[in-house]
């Protein structure tokens, strides 16, 4: 598997919006996440496991540590990843469930969890996918959009399981 791109928003440390340029990082072959503690190096493992499998990388954490603690209350958590395997190029989008207030009056309501996953025509659409934020566009299609879709479909092209 290649691993292309990541984006992050309201991640872990990240409150706002991070982008990996993975494909440039591994473009000699290997690449080292290195940095202090709290640097986010397990933030972008544990993104990366959850755009492909809808859970964060260990066995024994709880998925709700995927959403910062620093994001907006009102804005969901994404973590949106480009990644080729011998199928096909494909993007997944994940949205992890949240509480965000009430639009009208106190408390808060539950946002569902969300997936995407779309298929890439062809290599050169990859920067134009990475610069749509929203998804979609010519030569790209999108293949499901319900979470236990995505997770099947996911399984079946990587041919792995978490």
């Known amino acids: 598997m290649k691993l292309h791109h990541l984006r992050l928003t309201g991640i872990g440390p990240f409150a706002g919006t991070a982008e990996i340029d993975l494909a440039a990082l591994g473009a000699s072959g290997m690449f080292l996440l290195e940095g202090p503690t709290g640097s986010g190096k397990s933030t972008i493992l544990d993104a990366v496991v959850y755009a492909l499998y809808g859970q964060v990388a260990g066995v024994a954490t709880s998925a709700d540590r995927i959403r910062s603690q620093f994001a907006a209350p009102t804005e969901p958590s994404i973590v949106d990843l480009v990644f080729e395997v011998p199928s096909g190029i494909y993007r997944v989008r994940r949205q992890p469930e949240f509480q965000r207030p009430k639009r009208r009056g106190t408390g808060t309501t539950k946002e569902q969890a969300k997936a995407l996953l779309w298929r890439i025509g062809s290599p050169q659409l990859i920067a134009d996918v990475v610069a749509d934020t929203a998804g ?20 079946r092209a990587v041919g792995l399981s978490r």
């Open 136 to 155: 979609g566009g010519a030569g790209v299609e999108v293949i499901a959009s319900r979470i236990d879709e995505v997770g099947r479909e996911i399984q």
